[in-house]
């Protein structure tokens, strides 16, 4: 069973930084894309990010464009999320998730195995 492991989260000042980590256990992620979701208290879950297996690709939802990067280290069997200039907006819990359908889209119904997720607070 995939199995997937978060960290990362906490609190943090506007304009702060966090990167997320997505670990993997009993498998390897060489060969699933990775999306990267969030929800906000009494808000739908939106998507956030994916990175692609092969080519590593990402696509970003367009709040977080410029702002959040994604990248896998395939030896650490590992997916971060760089999150930088960081709004109270933001605050939300955090998923990854794993997906074998290609192209990689922030759709959550494309994804099988999910994190527990980990929370990230944005304020003053």
């Known amino acids: 069973q995939v199995q997937l492991v978060e960290s990362g989260g906490g609190l943090v000042q506007p304009g702060g930084s966090l990167r997320l980590s997505c670990a993997a256990s009993?498998?390897?992620?060489?060969?699933?894309?990775i999306g990267w979701f969030r929800q906000a208290p009494g808000k739908e879950r939106e998507g956030v990010s994916c990175?692609?297996?092969?080519?590593?690709?990402?696509y970003y939802a367009n709040p977080v464009k410029g702002r959040f990067t994604t990248s896998r280290d395939n030896a650490k069997n590992t997916v971060y999320l760089q999150m930088n200039n960081l709004k109270p907006e933001d605050t939300a819990d955090y998923y990854c998730?794993?997906?074998?359908?290609?192209?990689?889209?922030?759709?959550?119904?494309?994804?099988?195995?999910w994190g527990q997720g980990t929370q990230v607070t944005v304020s003053s």
């Open positions: 998730a794993a997906t074998t359908v290609r192209p990689c889209l922030l759709v959550a119904s494309n994804f099988g195995s």
């Open positions: 009993r498998f390897t992620l060489d060969y699933y894309a």
């Open positions: 990175i692609s297996s092969s080519d590593r690709r990402t």
